[in-house]
């Protein structure tokens, strides 16, 4: 079959021919209905000097944002059938420890015993015709269309998680939210917001066609550059966002999210942009919860898929065929997409 494969660090992945897989005990042969390109890996093959978890050895197929159909089901597996649409939750752990226990595989106390990341990262991937998949990690998706779902596994879900940890913080009347960034994960997140909160969203980036999506969602937008935290403090009435969310995490977004957040606020570094942010005593008001999260647990994909079905998230994508996938990559790294690109090896 044919597959996009991560061959090596600062080396572009290749398209080739590989064998397909065969489920094992426990697991399912998924067909595979769409991969999305993330940017996080771009990071792995481009920025990524080498393996920094021991966890990303090459080669294997990249795509950990994955959905698609029973093809064949392994010794042990119950409860499926052929045919079936899912969603595929990216993370692998041990199974055992506390945050496996609660479905959040990606903070697995003991990743080394696993030997890989999750299904895309370590382990292959979805960007190909055919994936292997623990039964555990499947989310139905019903009679929803498995294509445009595909980047709800990471885009979708890296949002809702940090959403909901900040919900504290947004509820009650007069409340704002801030996104910076508004590429894939940016615009799930004002959907998200929108849906579930009564808070005014704001988003900004400095793309004018991201920013116009935002506003169809529901957004108000500030574009990007001077004069933009005291905007978007202005529309707070001078008090402050918040629940700031950084979907980039380079150093001047999480300037940009210092300056805005509200006292006693949240801010939320999401995005895995490398930057570093010099806190003290007084660079962000007093009592501002500032953390980062990590994707999310298998029950937030269930409750993301919840909203999708219900019409309440709408991913933004476009579609590439497998012969095309690196095009996308170069698109993707080239910052020329206004959509999360989805491989489809099917065809549509």
């Not at 004018?208 to 169809?216: D, F, L, S, Y």
């Not at 403090?233 to 979907?247: I, N």
């Amino acid at each position: 079959m044919r597959a996009v494969v991560f061959v090596g660090y600062k080396t572009f992945p290749v398209l080739k021919d590989v064998e397909r897989p065969t489920p094992g005990p426990g697991e399912v042969l998924l067909k595979v209905a769409g991969a999305g390109a993330c940017h996080s890996d771009v990071g792995l093959y481009h920025d990524f000097p080498g393996d920094p978890t021991g966890l990303l050895t090459p080669p294997f197929v990249l795509g950990h944002e994955t959905s698609g159909w029973v093809e064949e089901v392994g010794p042990g597996v119950t409860g499926v059938a052929q045919g079936e649409a899912y969603l595929v939750y990216g993370p692998v752990g041990c199974g055992r420890c506390p945050a496996c226990s609660r479905g959040q595989d990606t903070y697995c106390a003991q990743p080394s015993e696993v030997g890989y990341a999750a299904m895309g990262l370590g382990r292959d991937g979805g960007m190909a015709e055919y994936m292997t998949v623990p039964a555990r990690n499947l989310v139905p998706l019903g009679d929803a269309d498995p294509i445009d779902a595909a980047p709800l596994a990471d885009a979708g879900l890296t949002p809702y998680h940090a959403i909901k940890r900040a919900m504290p913080h947004l509820a009650g009347g007069g409340r704002t939210a801030l996104v910076i960034g508004l590429g894939g994960l940016g615009l799930v997140a004002v959907q998200i917001l929108t849906a579930l909160t009564g808070a005014t969203v704001i988003g900004t980036d400095v793309k004018a066609e991201a920013m116009a999506q935002a506003e169809a969602f529901g957004a108000v937008t500030v574009a990007g550059g001077e004069g933009q935290a005291e905007q978007i403090r202005e529309l707070t009435g001078g008090r402050g966002v918040d629940a700031v969310f950084d979907m980039v995490g380079v150093d001047a977004t999480m300037a940009l999210a210092a300056a805005t957040v509200a006292q006693r606020g949240a801010l939320t570094v999401v995005g895995i942009g490398g930057g570093s942010f010099p806190w003290n005593f007084f660079t962000v008001p007093y009592e501002v919860n500032f953390s980062s999260t990590y994707w999310g647990t298998i029950e937030d994909l269930h409750e993301v898929v919840a909203m999708y079905r219900a019409g309440q998230i709408t991913p933004v994508v476009e579609r590439f065929t497998l012969e095309d996938a690196l095009e996308a990559y170069r698109r993707l790294q080239a910052g020329e997409l206004s959509a999360r690109a989805v491989v489809v090896p099917h065809g549509w």
